[in-house]
């Protein structure tokens, strides 16, 4: 299994059980104690688990670690928070799914990352997502985006609070497009092709 599928995995199985042995994980993703434990120490550095002994449980809201958006530089909000991975294996944050897919948009080999569920705080696999764009909830970014693990979750705050749902690549087509009509906040990209 590649790095990105089980640090995915790991993420799922933590929040599903709100916590899990070292052994367990061992055995479920069926790969060495060592490979475990180097999964494990890039997911805490990232601030998405929190080791403990002989284990992982999920990541406590702290306020000791305050991930700063890679894009517009704001601190990122626990709820609206974006954990992108690079295929070299960096780990960039973003603010919300706005500046998340802006990040995308800019940074090549931006493809895979983690997303919190708009209504039930649970990790999101941001391909699998469903979108609401430009609703009435305004926590982060404008244009306003929110992501769901579940498209009727989506659909049902659609009905309350507007705005417009897309899955994922329509959420990447359709920023792809917005970033082309108007440049970006920080300007001085070279534009010539
Ligand atoms: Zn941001
Ligand atoms: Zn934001």
């Known amino acids: 299994m590649i790095r ?30 060592m490979t475990v434990h180097r999964d494990l120490s890039a997911l805490e550095a990232s601030g998405l688990i929190q080791r403990v002994h002989g284990g992982v449980v999920t ?40 500046c998340g897919m802006g990040l995308m948009h800019r940074e090549r080999g931006l493809n895979a990352g983690l997303g919190v569920d708009f209504l039930y ?35 049902r705050m659609q009905k309350g609070f507007g705005g417009k749902l897309l899955d994922f690549a329509e959420l990447r087509n359709g920023f792809a497009a917005m970033a082309a009509a108007h440049s970006a906040p920080s300007g001085g990209e070279e534009s010539t092709d």
């Open 4 to 33: 990105d599928l089980r640090h995915q995995k790991i993420i799922e199985l933590v929040a599903q059980k709100q916590g899990i042995t070292v052994r367990e994980l061992t055995r479920l993703l069926n790969v060495s104690t």
């Open 59 to 98: 990541a406590r809201r702290s306020e000791s670690r305050k991930e700063i958006c890679g894009y517009c530089g704001k601190e990122c909000p626990s709820r609206t928070r974006l954990t992108l991975f690079s295929d070299s294996g960096e780990t960039v944050f973003a603010c919300c799914v706005h």
């Open 121 to 155: 705080e649970t990790v999101v696999d941001l391909p699998r997502g469903y979108y609401l764009l430009e609703s009435q909830i305004r926590i982060c970014c404008t244009p306003s985006a929110l992501v769901f693990a579940d498209r009727r979750d989506a659909e």
